[in-house]
């Protein structure tokens, strides 16, 4: 035998290690393939799942786009909420006739700089003058004075867009509808969202119960919780619209948080519950394009996204109905157009997505992660939070009650 030859110990160890590495690259290889099959799978399950909509046509002439000398581009996103009744489980307030109602409508601004957002909630109830709508065949429907949500009872988000478009002069880039349904689905992925009930609620009209207390809701009970307007508190419909910033806002800390972001699990189900009840528009429309809309939303931080109501008033001929306090409304409007933060007077009532009425610290979120913590940050940069006297407090424990939310 050569010297150089191997012995056969040598040569059966170097067999040995030659086989160890062949089984490991393999299933490095089978796990590589997996993970990719498993990316492909869910891609291709959240694309299929995804209903878009091309408006173009119907929304006719539009105001400019922002033309601002920002870093980036500021986009502003209408929500709504469709409570259609011809879905199983979406008609729980007992309603009869077919077709689509939006109860919901929140318009969701994002700065050019990403340095700062703000969502402005529309009563559904508010008295606006809509404008000449079309359908999908372009056909006229004609406007008229009218509550806020008729414009998506005739002509659906088409009529919602324009309708906003021409009252404000405000652009909206993107839309997005939520059947409520997939709403609920999506509180579930994430295994329910915290809220504060500072009573009792029985509400016969819907046939509504909740508990007292500081505890998370999921299923019925959170979409109860949203769309409850009876017995709950004293304003009707505004303080349905606090509850439901204030319920977004805990929802978005929580996707944010690393119990969902660092779960898998969690964050497949709730992506898969969201495609499955969103209708979006076709600039948006795929799940990428709308992970990447997220992202810039987290890059703000959850203590910088506000949420607001538009002023309002009461409509005199009728106290159940609301109009714009248009001053007040104007001022925000135009500050949307220049794409400027919110000023004092326009922020007496709002709820951030990190500090929301009643709310506690998440058991999972991490102050040192937090996305706005960022060294190389101009302190200059960073709005300090608001300074408030006892008088300001007292007025907001009384807002937060006449809202049905816990002071």
């Known amino acids: 035998m050569s010297d150089n030859e191997p012995s056969g110990r040598h040569r059966g160890q170097a067999e040995q290690k030659h ?18 099959l498993f990316g492909v799978y869910t891609y291709r399950h959240l694309t299929e799942n995804l209903n878009v909509l091309n408006v173009d046509q119907q ?13 980036g581009k500021p986009l502003n996103v209408m929500i709504m909420g ?46 606006v003058e809509r404008p000449t709508c079309y359908d999908d065949d372009m056909n006229a429907i004609p406007g008229g004075f009218d509550m806020w949500n008729s ?23 993107h839309f997005v509808v939520v059947d ?61 619209m606090k509850r439901q910033q204030a319920f977004v806002a805990a929802m978005a800390n929580k996707v944010m948080s690393k119990g969902v972001l660092g779960r898998p699990d969690r964050l497949f189900s709730f992506l898969s519950a969201a495609m499955k009840s969103l209708t979006v528009d076709q600039r948006l429309g795929s799940p990428k394009k709308i992970a990447d809309l997220a992202s810039e939303f987290q890059h703000i931080g959850t203590d910088n996204i506000k949420f607001i109501t538009v002023p309002w008033k009461f409509y005199e001929p009728d106290p159940n109905r609301l109009v714009w306090d248009e001053p007040a409304a104007n001022e925000l409007w135009k500050k949307m157009r ?14 951030t997505a990190e500090n929301r009425p009643g709310s506690t610290a998440s058991p999972d ?43």
């Open 180 to 240: 409520f349904n997939g709403f609920r689905d999506m509180v579930d992925a994430i295994d329910g969202v915290e809220v504060c009930i500072p009573e009792d609620v029985d509400d016969p009209v819907g046939n509504i119960h909740l508990d007292a207390g500081t505890r998370e809701l999921k299923g019925q009970e959170a979409l109860d919780y949203v769309r409850i307007r009876h017995n709950i508190s004293s304003n009707g419909d505004i303080g349905r």
């Open 82 to 127: 469709s409570d259609s009744r011809e879905g199983a489980g979406n008609n729980i307030d007992g309603l009869t006739g077919g077709g689509q109602r939006s109860d919901t409508t929140i318009v969701m601004h994002l700065s050019g700089d990403r340095k700062f957002a703000y969502g402005v909630s529309l009563p559904r109830d508010g008295m």
């Open 338 to 351: 220049y794409d400027e933060p919110l000023s004092k007077r326009l922020t007496t009532d709002v709820i």
């Open 59 to 71: 929304l006719g002439e539009r105001p400019d786009e922002a033309d601002l000398t920002t870093p």
């Open 151 to 173: 414009a998506f009872a005739y002509g659906g988000p088409a009529c919602t867009i324009r309708q906003f478009e021409q009252l404000t002069g405000v652009r909206i880039n």
């Open 19 to 36: 086989r160890l590495l062949s089984v490991l690259g393999y299933g490095i290889l089978a796990l590589t393939l997996g993970f990719a």
């Open 365 to 407: 979120a991490d102050a040192s992660e937090s996305p706005t913590d960022d060294p190389s940050a101009d302190a200059s940069d960073t709005p300090s939070p608001p300074s408030t006297t006892p008088s300001e407090t007292s007025d907001q424990a009384e807002m937060a009650a006449a809202n049905g939310l816990c002071g």
